[in-house]
């Protein structure tokens, strides 16, 4: 996936949860759209470096997009939702191993009582109902944990996943991680335990979990590298 050209800046403060004003090199400062609803822990820290992208839409009341920042322990991509192409980018790259055997690959998919899957893979075998999740929350030894904040809507995916398993229908969560920092991957049990237990009842039911990182640059992201997971930190 990738960027195209991208602005740098310096970041000045993020507010309303969609905003961010950054500081461009000539001076000038800009308001930019955050494409995040989290509490983004660590990707926000004043003056740090961020890099921007541009869009020509006449519509738009903020041209520019945050995409990148530079923290201390490395650079994040906070634009979340970007993790659903790069997941699907590497299963069709064969870069997630273990369902060669599943041909089809769909997006947005209806299941359960009003949830979608992130992508649906479909085979001989059956079908893979996929969840991607983000992480970008860095913590010591190089843990990544997810959720950054406490997530309804996160435990509703983990129910509605655990019961579309059946014979032919497997289900995963896949923790797509955007931190370069970030080396392994947990439950953040101390911020949502409700979260973390709703994913030890799933697992014990036969959901598959697996994390794997990005690489993170200025020209883009792909999916690189299978990371350990563990629901507690270890």
Known sequence: ????????????????????D??????????????????????MPEGAPVWLSVSDSKTRKYAHTWELVDTPAGLACIHSALANKVVREGFEAGRVKGFAD??????????????????????EPGRVFVEVK????????GWGAFPDAVSDRGRRHIRELQGVMDAATRALLLFCVF??????????GDIDPQYRDALAEAMAAGLEVQAYAAEVTTRGLSLARRLPFSLDPV
């Open 1 to 20: 996936m990738e960027f195209g050209k991208l602005v740098q800046g310096r970041l000045l403060r993020r507010y309303k949860r969609f905003l961010a």
């Open 22 to 43: 950054v500081e461009l090199p000539q001076g000038e400062v800009i308001t930019a759209h955050c494409p995040n609803t989290g509490a983004m822990t660590g990707c």
């Open 102 to 123: 599943y041909s089809t690959l769909r997006s947005e998919v209806k299941y359960g009582e009003k949830s979608r899957a992130d992508l649906l893979l479909e085979g």
């Open 134 to 141: 983000c992480v970008t929350l860095h913590r010591s030894d």
């Open 179 to 188: 931190h370069s920092g970030i080396h392994k991957v947990c439950a953040a």
